[in-house]
């Protein structure tokens, strides 16, 4: 049975920081990991998808990587701002199948001013 | 290109009734995937439906149960509610089993 785990829960960074977020999955048999962010009491919106077969995924600020063999990904924001104030969660599909995902408990970050 | 939706928003029940949840897929999806999210925690797979039919099931009670329509939105059932099933419950369609899953905004649902 697969098992995400993140760490750390809670994160506080004054705003222009660089900050990693991490992730790991205990079965590498994943078929694709999925970062979201979820503000308070929305749904999920995805950042990025990372097929298993890919080592890294990057979209503006944010540039996320997997490495299987290791069963960890992390999720790196460049130039922090408050508007990146959110939970932010990772997800492992699979096997088999990218629709039915594993889901951390997430990262709750805050960006001050 | 309206992306999922969900209703309704918000749902209050009492312990015992049963409730009925909607989900209309992006344009495009046909596969459905429905989760339940406590607070505080991350999501967790109650099921999946593809061509009208439950393809996987995450370990969840038989007192949920789910139904896919022919234009493949979907509907979640629960019966015999209990306070524990308060909870954010969250739908996602896809292209299909193997691509990414694209999140509606979710009903909360308040078991009193």
């Known amino acids: 049975k697969q098992e995400v785990t993140q760490i750390p829960a809670a994160l506080s960074v004054p705003e222009g920081e660089n900050l990693v977020l991490n992730c790991s999955f205990t079965d590498s048999a994943i078929y694709n990991l999925q970062w979201f962010r979820q503000d308070p009491g929305k749904g999920l919106t995805s950042l990025l998808l990372?097929?298993?077969?890919?080592r890294e995924q990057t979209s503006g600020r944010l540039n996320a990587s997997l490495d299987k063999s290791s069963g960890r990904s992390t999720l790196y924001i460049a130039a922090s701002q408050p508007g990146d104030s959110a939970t932010y969660l990772c997800?492992?599909?699979?096997?088999?199948?990218?629709?039915?995902?594993?889901f951390g408990t997430g990262t709750r970050l805050q960006v001050t001013l | 290109d309206a992306g999922v939706t969900q209703s309704p928003t918000h749902l209050i029940k009492t312990r015992g009734q049963q409730v009925t949840l909607r989900c209309s897929p992006k344009?495009?999806?046909?596969?459905v995937s429905w989760y339940q999210q406590a607070l505080g925690q991350g999501p967790q797979f109650i099921f999946q439906y593809y061509e009208e039919e439950e393809r996987q099931r995450g370990n969840f009670p038989d007192r949920f149960s789910g139904h896919q329509f022919p234009n493949y939105s979907s509907e979640l059932n629960v019966n015999a509610l209990l306070l524990g099933d308060s909870a954010l419950y969250l739908c996602?369609?896809?292209?299909?089993?193997?691509?990414?899953?694209?999140f509606g905004p979710g009903t909360r649902l308040t078991v009193l």
């Open positions: 996602a369609s896809s292209l299909d089993i193997y691509n990414e899953q694209f």
């Open positions: 990372i097929q298993s077969s890919q």
């Open positions: 997800a492992c599909g699979g096997p088999g199948t990218a629709s039915k995902l594993t």
């Open positions: 344009s495009g999806h046909d596969t």
